[in-house]
């Protein structure tokens, strides 16, 4: 599926620092496991909180356990 260049090179820059990770999956759940469609929407609604609040992301994945 084509994505925008930009895009491309961000999700370059993430694999190089944090790697791939079971299955060669780029994103993964809190757990390790496949990303469920409630993990996305826990992360999205944390993102879009962060944005309207103008504050930084958290420093831990911690924050996306249930």
Request: with cysteine; proline share 12%.
């Amino acid at each position: 599926m084509p994505i925008h260049p930009e895009l491309s090179n961000m999700l370059i820059e993430h694999l190089k620092e944090f790697g791939a990770g079971p299955g060669g999956r780029v994103f993964i759940g809190p757990r390790g496991c496949l990303m469920t469609d409630r993990a996305y929407l826990k992360v999205f609604h944390s993102i879009g909180d962060r944005l309207r609040n103008r504050t930084p992301p958290p420093r831990s994945t911690a924050a996306l356990s249930p």
